[in-house]
């Protein structure tokens, strides 16, 4: 089973690549690109996505940052979750080509989804009230 998914990811990979590689054609006026392409070129636009959702989670962590009792607490399991996240997504997209469009799509899904969960963790602890400041 591993190698028949090992085996799609890999032909995926080389179907995107050579779409990709179509991308830096010129395209004339009133003609369309394919939609594959027009889905890669989305990356920036995820990449605003992730900076956005990253932003909230900085603003929720500030919030709760200033509310503890031990804050250096708060501050070590942060930095420890982003050395997890990061290395996390790394291993999740091991299958795909770094360098690549798609890596780079799947690294900031991997990304949004982990930060997104994160939110959720500091919203639940500003709901426990667990340790505060009172």
Same mark, same amino acid.
Request: hydrophobic share 40%.
């Given at each position: ?22 991308? &830096?054609? $010129?395209?004339?006026?009133?003609? #369309?690109?394919?939609?594959?392409? *027009?889905? %890669?070129?989305?990356? !920036? ?12 989670? &900085?603003? $929720?962590?500030?919030?709760?940052? #200033?509310?503890?009792?031990?804050? *250096?607490? %708060?501050?070590?399991? !942060? ?8 290395a996390e997504c790394e291993y999740s997209n091991s299958c795909i080509k770094k360098g690549t469009k798609l890596y780079s799509l799947a690294q900031y899904a991997c ?24």
């Open positions: 089973m591993r190698n028949y998914i090992v085996t799609v990811l890999f032909l995926l990979t080389f179907f995107l690549s050579s779409v990709a590689a179509d991308e &830096n054609q $010129i395209v004339k006026e009133g003609e #369309k690109k394919s939609p594959f392409v *027009e889905v %890669l070129d989305t990356d !920036q636009d995820v990449a605003d996505d992730y900076k956005k959702i990253e932003d909230e989670m &900085n603003v $929720i962590y500030m919030k709760l940052l #200033k509310a503890q009792l031990k804050p *250096e607490l %708060l501050k070590k399991a !942060q930095s420890t979750w982003e050395t997890f996240r990061d990304l949004i989804r982990l930060t997104r969960v994160r939110i959720n963790d500091f919203e639940t602890q500003i709901k426990s009230s667990c340790p505060v400041k009172k």
